[in-house]
């Protein structure tokens, strides 16, 4: 079974070539709405969601869904995990339901730092390199 429902290598770059390309359009297509009178920052911050959705289910296409979920749950990961994961939903919690722009912008934002906590994490050092980097630059 796994065999016959396994992507080969060329598949899988392409679909993760394609979700991450969705992403960016997402996240692109979000800031261009932010402009929108009213309800722009609203859809800057779903179209932003989206984005960001996309691009992290872009690398399950690479390593597979279940290797994914078991490499964002790692000691290492989860506390970037579980913020990333908390802003994704509080941002659109914030834009359909609560209807507060303010607060989706500050979860966007969040989600912006958590994601790229997240994404430092597969670098090996790079946690490291970026916190003596801000501790230098604080001192």
Not at 34 to 56: D, H, R
């Amino acid at each position: 079974v796994i065999d016959a429902t396994s992507l080969s290598w060329g598949t899988r770059v392409k679909g993760f070539v394609a979700c991450f390309a969705i992403g960016c359009l997402c996240s692109v297509l979000g800031s261009c709405l932010l402009w929108i009178p009213k309800k722009g920052l609203i859809l800057f911050a779903v179209f932003y969601t989206l984005g960001n959705i996309a691009s992290i289910g872009s690398t399950a296409f690479l390593m597979g869904p279940m290797r994914q979920l078991k490499k964002m749950f790692e000691y290492t990961r989860l506390i970037a995990t579980v913020v990333m994961l908390l802003c994704l939903i509080l941002t659109l919690c914030s834009a359909f339901w609560w209807h507060n722009a303010g607060l989706a912008l500050l979860f966007c934002i969040l989600q912006f730092f958590a994601l790229a906590w997240y994404s430092i994490s597969f670098i090996p050092f790079a946690r490291d390199a970026v916190k003596k980097c801000f501790s230098v630059c604080l001192t």
